[in-house]
Nanobody
Framework: QVQLVESGGGLVQAGGSLRLSCAASGSIFSINDMTWYHQAPGKQRELVARITRGEFTNYADSVKGRFTISRDNAKNTVYLQMNSLKPEDTGVYYC???????????????WGQGTQVTVSS
């Protein structure tokens, strides 16, 4: 069974930094896109950043220049370096990954459980 486990969230003051990690484990053949989402309190989940297997990236306008997504394919892990954090970055951050398992011919989308980020003003 494939699992995604996020870590790295916490409480930080505005202007500070955090680095989130999301590690995939299980019967994994390969991973395509890996994506981070943000869900602010009372709002819908929104895409923050995405990275392809070839390491092409795209970002939400609200985080461009502040956040950097990266991946380590050998570790099946995606990272989100968050700098210059703002109070509006507060919320739960989820990762997702499109994963080919050894036992399936087509990929499935898997989600992590989320990690809380709180930015104080």
């Amino acid at each position: 069974q494939v699992q995604l486990v996020e870590s790295g969230g916490g409480l930080v003051q505005a202007g500070g930094s955090l680095r989130l990690s999301c590690a995939a484990s299980g019967s994994i053949f390969s991973i395509n896109d890996m994506t981070w989402y943000h869900q602010a309190p009372g709002k819908q989940r929104e895409l923050v950043a995405r990275i392809t297997r070839g390491e092409f990236t795209n970002y939400a306008d609200s985080v461009k220049g502040r956040f950097t997504i990266s991946r380590d394919n050998a570790k099946n892990t995606v990272y989100l370096q968050m700098n210059s954090l703002k109070p509006e970055d507060t919320g739960v951050y989820y990762c997702s990954a499109e994963i080919f398992e050894f036992t399936r011919a087509s990929p499935n989308l898997f989600w992590g459980q989320g990690t809380q980020v709180t930015v104080s003003s």
